[in-house]
């Protein structure tokens, strides 16, 4: 069967600054952390070690190009633009961004930029991160500054990338710097970011710039394990929590009642100010970016909570593992394409069916040069992982959710985390002692598929 993709479909690949330029002027979250606990990262690797897009930028832009890439998404790192989080604009960087921007263009490659992408500059964590609200006034300006080097070339913006994950990671489980949990202080750091992002669009709807703004968020789909009103339950607590905290401000302006009252019947709502209302109101966006690797399934607690344990969103649900489901071992994650649809079908259905793309979309898998035939990485299990997900995009979109295309995360083997370079993700095999970088079989699939805006499947 042939599927085939709207006209002006977008083509592409994500990443980030910090996965991918390497060390900066400015020190992030990330560099601390890395410095001081090695120990937290994949065979002891940091983000000094990355693809070094800042030395290759051309280069990899051409490798772009040889993919049939029509655009491609990354960010700008707010430390290496403004070390100090608020300080002087830094004028290498300045000519670095521009240097990039204008070679996309040059190359017919739309750039999607996003302005936060887990990098905080270290600066602006010394005086609480996303817990102080003058930082949020400070990545206001920052985004500010922005648009005004920038806006006249890029004409697709997003203020955060997967906001929820800092929140998760830095103040529930302890994934990532600075290592709280604390429940209260993640719902303030979750609420200041969805501030930060409405006050990032507020400018730019001030500065009428010719192109639209947005956000990007991870989706996962809360399935409950039955129909048994205790599992559905469970499953909508789920949702409100990790998709609905944040879509429903950024596509409706304002929180879900429900959330609101569950979290205030356990005393953890951030501080709020009678104003902090309307400027949510004003954040509502042009564009929806959904990164979707893998659903959630929950069903209802089935032990008592420990009254003396911290209060965390588990307090009202129990993962569900559901039998025979596809995995990916090497991540950990169930491999569920029907996910992107119900994605779409739920936007389309209860969002007023907001324009929307597939911003990431991605398998990580170990030890890849097992796979190497005649010097290439025959990915076969990447581009069957692809088709499928595309099989049901395809399929929303046939049935009119408004999805104007998709990125893979990502273009180059990147670093990752604190998982480092321990998955693969990349359509290009990166070579971490010579950085040579090689085409893997996935990267030729989808640079056909993206000429003939189209592929073929039994």
Known sequence: MKYAFPDNFWWGSASSALQTEGTREGETTWDYWFAREPNRFHNGVGPQHTSTFYQHWKTDIQLLKQLNH????????????????????????????????????????????????????????????????DVVDAY?????????????????????????????GGYLYDFHYPNVVDFRRA????????????????????????????????????????????DVKAAHVADLMFNRSFLDPVLRGEYPADLVALLKSYDQLPACKPEDGFLIAEGKIDLLGINYYQPRRVKCRDSAVNP??????????????????????????????????????????????????????????????????????????RIEFISEHLAWLHKGISEGCNCLGYHMWTFIDNWSWCNAYKNRYGF??????????T???????????ALNNSFEKE
């Open 308 to 381: 003396q344990a911290p209060f965390m969103p588990e307090w009202f649900f129990d993962s569900y593992e559901m039998p025979g489901r596809k995995m990916n071992p090497y991540r950990g994650w169930e491999i569920y394409e029907p996910g992107i649809y119900d994605i779409l079908v739920n936007l389309r259905d209860n969002y007023g069916n907001p324009r929307c793309f597939i911003s990431e979309n991605g398998m990580g898998v170990e030890n890849e040069q097992r796979f190497i035939e005649n010097g290439q990485i025959n990915d076969q299990y």
């Open 428 to 437: 290009i095999q990166l070579d971490l002692k010579t950085q040579k970088r």
């Open 439 to 449: 085409i893997k079989k996935s990267g030729e699939w989808f640079a056909a598929t």
């Open 140 to 168: 206001a300006r920052y985004a500010q500054i922005c648009f005004e080097l920038f806006g006249d070339r890029v004409l697709h913006w997003f203020t955060f990338n997967e906001p929820i994950v800092p929140v998760e």
């Open 187 to 230: 719902a303030t750091v979750a609420y200041h970011t969805v501030l930060a992002h409405a006050k990032a669009v507020q400018a730019y709807r001030a500065g009428h710039y010719a192109g639209e703004i947005g956000i990007v968020l991870n989706l996962t789909p809360s399935y409950p394990r039955s129909q048994n009103p205790a």
């Open 70 to 133: 029509n655009s491609f998404r990354t960010s700008i790192s707010w430390a290496r633009l403004i070390p100090d989080g608020i300080g002087e604009v830094n004028p290498d960087a300045v000519d670095f961004y521009n240097q990039v921007i204008d070679e996309l263009n040059e190359q017919d490659i739309t750039p999607f930029i996003t302005l936060f992408h887990f990098d905080m500059p270290m600066a602006m964590q010394e005086i609480g991160g996303w817990e102080n609200r």
